[in-house]
């Protein structure tokens, strides 16, 4: 297996000595490639084996910790608007989603959950839970169509609706600044303007497929503009959200006067511009630079997916679990990507791992700061120069080996096995 990339820099505004540091060509033989997939099965075998009750107590610490960001942040902003109170709830409400719902979606607790409904994949969030356990712009079901199945099954290939450099090619045409202006618009807004229309999308999709609703119209990236006027989105996800944090909680603070509801509207106002930068900044990076490749085609093997999920991520640099947990446990993306059901717990351990592991066969691991990886990401969509597309060639033996397997197959068994 060899993954070969091929630069589409445009050559006007190429950057000269650019910061790619990223192997142009990484070769994974046929004997590394089957030591590759023994590995990750031992890997999985030892992170299941200590999985257990100490799992689901560390969630609900974090989860308690988030709320008690949230409740101090509502607190203080009885003083009135100040950017203590907006860090506060803004530091909430990024726990509630991509710290808690997110792995909780994924169904790293549903084997530790004994019955409790809160840690459930198929309860959390669902009917009267939202209002207590993730009231979001997005909802359980449409995150899951979107996320657990278009973005992981297809990281980086043309059906993964989640990249970024890909989605903002249009801005190449128009000058620089623009194009910083755009990126910081789409950060501080992306949870309503891209992911609330993209899960939605991902949704109708699921529920077409099932023969539960009528076509939706195709798009490239499954997200056009018209998704925004969607009723069934405003009904379920936009007005429930808008309605409890920007009219019923600033109501709720009326009685201590009007300052003190003032001070909960602007500060909620603020924390969700700031939650949304904060969430973009450690997620969109993982995935987006002119040294992150996205692929071509359909993985064609196990092998081969696994390989996408490894080189098409990287890694956060953590000195430990504050940064953990303000990195939103994403600094662990390769690990993520191989076992996405893994619980957060698990990450820091099987990360060595998995590094050595990737070291033993000659697979390329990577790991930066998350502020470097912040300026390749902007690096990618603000340059004039275009994020490569690789190709991940296999040996003459696998070639053999993956044409037994469908695509479809493929993915759902990685993703699942």
Sequence with gaps: MQIQRKSNAVSSGAAPGGTDTAPRDAALSADGARRLMAGIKALRARVAARTGPEDLRHIKRLSWLGRAFSAAGYA?????????????????????????????LHKAYDGVAAGDPAWH?????????RLWDWLDWLQADAWQAQHNVAHHCYTGDERDPDRLAVNMAWLKRKPRLVRALALLLTACTWKWIYYGPATRSALRRRREREGDAPPLERTSAGWSPSALLDREMLLRSYLPYALVHFVLLPLAFLPLGRRAALGVLVNSLAAELLSNLHSFAVIAPTHTGLD????????????????????GSVNYESPGGAADFLHGYMGYQIEHHLWPDLPLRQYREVAREVEALCAEVGLPYRRDSVWR???????????????????????HAGARRAGRVSGGDVERAALHG
């Design 373 to 395: 990886r912040i300026a390749e990401m902007v690096r990618a969509v603000v340059s004039d120069e275009e994020v490569q597309v690789a190709r991940v060639a296999m040996t």
């Design 292 to 311: 992150i490749p996205i692929f071509e085609g359909a993985a064609r093997s196990r092998e081969e997916y696994y390989v996408r999920q490894i080189v």
């Design 76 to 104: 203080t902003s009885a003083l009135g608007p100040n950017p203590v109170s907006t860090v506060l709830i803004a530091l909430g409400r990024f726990a509630r989603w991509v710290v808690i719902a997110h792995p909780v």
């Design 121 to 129: 994949s198929r309860t959390f969030a669902r009917g009267r839970r």
